[in-house]
């Protein structure tokens, strides 16, 4: 599944989101709970997948990555696992989720550039395209540098 969304021009590379989340499932920072999977028919059509992170030593949620067969792009398939990822995280109580994407694509979640509540990126150079969602549990304290689980440090 994962494959087939991340596919680049070289269909002989395997996409770095493999090998990512391959690592993510070994990990502490898993939280199954919030690794979603969409069917279709009994054929898994899209994949989300969100896992502990830390603003400071504050916990909260890094989210990532996400993907559609090809197939089935652009039908609702990821609206509906965000919003499935959002209001989950949120019962659960997480105060936030990151992201590493597109403005034109989460801004429809709510999700605000993180530099907008004192949260930075990882990586400096990321800019407005890291993105935080905050949550009902959270506050305005919550500031600092954001840290994803540690397989994201090997891709
Ligand atoms: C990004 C992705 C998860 C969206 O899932 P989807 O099921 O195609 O999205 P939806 O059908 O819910 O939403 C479609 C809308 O998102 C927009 N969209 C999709 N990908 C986008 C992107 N990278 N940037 C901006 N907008 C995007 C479409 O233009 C469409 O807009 P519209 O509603 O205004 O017409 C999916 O396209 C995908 O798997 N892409 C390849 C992998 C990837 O890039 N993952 C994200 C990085 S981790």
Not at 8 to 30: F, I, K, S
Not at 68 to 80: D, E, K, M, T, W
Request: glycine residues 10%; proline residues 6%.
């Amino acid at each position: 599944m994962q494959v087939a969304a991340f596919r680049t021009q070289d269909a002989n590379d395997e996409p770095v989101e493999v090998r990512l989340l391959d690592a993510l499932r070994e990990c502490d920072a898993w939280l199954p709970a919030l690794s979603i999977v969409a069917e279709l028919d009994d054929t898994v059509v899209g994949h989300v997948v969100t896992t502990r992170g830390f603003v400071g030593d504050v916990p909260a949620l890094g989210l990532g990555p996400i993907g559609v067969l090809p197939s089935h792009q652009g039908r609702g398939v990821g609206l509906a696992l965000m919003h499935a990822t959002i209001g989950a995280a949120d019962a659960l109580g997480e105060p936030l989720i990151a992201l590493l994407g597109s403005h034109d694509y989460y801004a429809r979640f709510g999700f605000i550039a993180s530099t907008a509540i004192g949260v930075t990126a990882p990586e400096p150079g990321w800019g407005s395209h890291f993105q935080v969602r905050t949550l009902t549990t959270y506050r305005s304290n919550i500031r600092g540098r954001f840290t994803y689980a540690r397989p994201f440090d090997t891709v």
